[in-house]
């Protein structure tokens, strides 16, 4: 009897491990992008045809506006100002040229509320951003958002001007 238990357990884990060990060896191209996105070589990432552009053939097509990336909020709000325009726009216009291409909005809060208040309205940041572009024709299925709330500040402090340094969402290629 514990032969065929221990033939069983064989049978379950063996092509469990054989799975995992083929999983880790490989590495997909969008690891592979967001490595060479950090040496700072690129700016388009998670492109199925690999039309990856450097950082100056995206300021040429784009503009200068497509290397910022962060819109800012007042506290306690959720609407973009109109100066994030230009920015948004060319956001919008480098994905509806490219289709296959992916983003990630980080919506953040500063620590002023409760962690759930501060979720919620960190979620209402990114969707207001993912809305915009959505509105000038980007695919609702390029995009991805994550709610930080208050975790993860960009600047530690108690002051009004770290409060607004933390308020903000951020495109994320």
Do not use: C
């Given at each position: ?21 083929c999983a ?75 289709h296959n ?73």
């Open positions: 009897m514990n032969v065929s238990i221990v033939l069983k357990s064989l049978l379950i884990t063996l092509p469990l491990l054989f799975l995992g060990g880790s060896t490989t590495q997909s191209s969008d690891t592979k992008t967001a490595h060479s996105e950090k040496a700072g070589k690129n700016v388009e990432t998670g492109t199925l045809n690999d039309n990856k552009l450097t950082q100056e053939e995206a300021v040429k097509k784009y503009g200068d506006a497509i290397l910022k990336t962060t819109v800012w909020f007042k506290f306690d709000d959720s609407t973009i100002a109109t100066k994030y325009n230009q920015e948004l726009n060319a956001h919008a216009k480098q994905l509806v040229d490219n291409m992916k983003i990630t909005i980080d919506g953040y809060t500063d620590e002023q509320g409760t962690p759930e208040y501060n979720v919620a309205l960190s979620e209402r940041r990114a969707k207001s951003v993912s809305k915009y572009l959505q509105a000038n024709g980007v695919s609702s299925d390029q995009i991805k958002i994550v709610s930080y709330g208050e975790e993860k500040p960009l600047e530690k402090g108690h002051s009004q001007a770290a409060y607004a340094k933390n308020r903000r969402a951020t495109i994320i290629y």
